[in-house]
């Protein structure tokens, strides 16, 4: 990738530090670049499916807006739920 630099060549990245890089390097920059884009009306849109990772809810946000002539929609965020909870005949009171 840079042949002529030294350091190119003694770095080293597993898939631990690239995702540590990717959440806290340059996620916030884009979150913040994006969030800075908007500057007018805009809708939020949301997903809920399951996680088959980890068995627990998930949200995923997406915002779409106006940039230029064009309509927009990009990828904001995710937030985790936890593990769904079901409703047993025996914990239901009378409503």
């Given at each position: 990738m840079f042949p002529d630099s030294e350091?190119?060549?003694?770095?080293?990245c597993g898939e631990k530090k690239t995702a540590y890089l990717a959440q806290f390097g340059t996620a916030p920059y884009f979150k913040n670049e994006l969030?800075?884009?908007?500057?007018?009306?805009?809708?939020v849109m949301f997903d809920e499916s399951l996680n088959r990772t980890d068995q627990s809810k998930q949200i995923d946000v997406h915002v779409r807006y106006w940039c230029g002539q064009e309509v927009?929609?990009?990828?904001l965020a995710s937030e985790f739920l936890g593990k769904e909870q079901t409703l047993k005949k025996e914990n239901?009171?009378?409503?």
């Open positions: 350091m190119v060549t003694i770095f080293k969030i800075a884009s908007i500057s007018g009306p805009c809708s927009v929609t990009q990828y239901v009171t009378d409503i």
